[in-house]
């Protein structure tokens, strides 16, 4: 890795210069943080396994017309994605009552929700990452409304394909987080795009059948067996996490 540029670490990836113009590599981490980094640990091949599982997602996604942001996966823990300016928001969807929504309102987890409710957060671990009404958005000039608008609509149609794609290997997708990017269109103008990742770290993953947790969350709650649920739901999604050694 020592001959890539380094261009920022974060909590869970760290990020490299493209071989390319305008491409970043993103190399996953077992590095597992918790309560905005309070909490830290490590969960041992999940960087592979979520480096893998976003390949997956993003490849799905992209067949059904969301544009994203993803190019191609390098190695077992790398892939290579285009530059974009993330917008720093975190789209938050919700299915089911769980987490946050639960402890502020006082609600059983569980709940299923009549529709899904997509709510923001603003992108910043010194105040927390702060739930942000649209309007706060619009007015501080953090996303457009014709944005914003085009945010809603593609977080809507990932979570209609998601929750059939993780129905169908026998799991509830009860909430999720997404983050989008400006993404230049080699002329004057950009379009918005799918950024970052999809993986059990940023979304919340139920077995039908048992209720149990397959997700983040066993690590959150020292419920352990987390490395086994990550493989779980790499096993149900077909993806296969025999090490190719190409890094
Ligand atoms: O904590 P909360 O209930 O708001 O989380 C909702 C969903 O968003 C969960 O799936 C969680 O994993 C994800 N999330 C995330 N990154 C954050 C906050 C939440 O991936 N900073």
Redesign the pocket.
């Given at each position: 890795m020592s001959d890539k540029e380094m261009l920022y670490e974060g909590k869970a990836k760290i990020l490299y210069k493209g071989p390319r113009a305008d491409t970043i590599i993103q190399y996953f981490k077992d590095d597992a943080t918790a309560f905005n980094n309070v909490k830290k640990g490590t969960i041992a091949g999940k960087g592979i396994i979520n480096n893998k599982i976003t390949e997956l997602v993003m490849t799905r996604l992209s067949q059904i017309g969301i544009p994203t942001h993803f190019i191609e996966r390098m190695s077992d823990r790398e892939q290579l994605v285009h530059e974009v300016d993330i917008i720093p928001l975190?789209v938050?969807v919700?299915n089911t009552v769980?987490?946050?929504?639960a402890k502020t309102f006082g609600i059983e987890e569980g709940l299923r929700l009549p529709r899904p409710i997509i709510e923001f957060?603003l992108k910043d671990d010194d105040l927390g990452?702060p739930l942000i009404p649209e309007n706060h958005i619009l007015v501080l000039g953090i996303a457009k409304e014709d944005e914003l608008i085009e945010i809603m609509e593609m977080t809507s149609k990932v979570n209609d394909f998601l929750r059939g794609f993780f129905a169908g290997v026998g799991i509830e997708l009860?909430?999720?987080?997404l983050e989008f990017g400006r993404l230049n269109d080699g002329e004057d103008g950009h379009f918005i795009v799918l950024a970052d990742e999809f993986s059990p770290?940023?979304?919340?993953l139920w077995d039908y059948e048992t209720g149990e947790k397959m997700?983040?969350d066993r690590f959150r709650r020292d419920l352990g067996g987390e490395v086994e649920a990550y493989q779980e739901v790499a096993r149900r999604l077909g993806v296969s996490l025999e090490l190719e050694d190409k890094e």
């Open positions: 975190e938050i919700r769980a987490g946050t929504m957060s990452d009860i909430d999720f987080k770290d940023n979304c919340r997700d983040k």
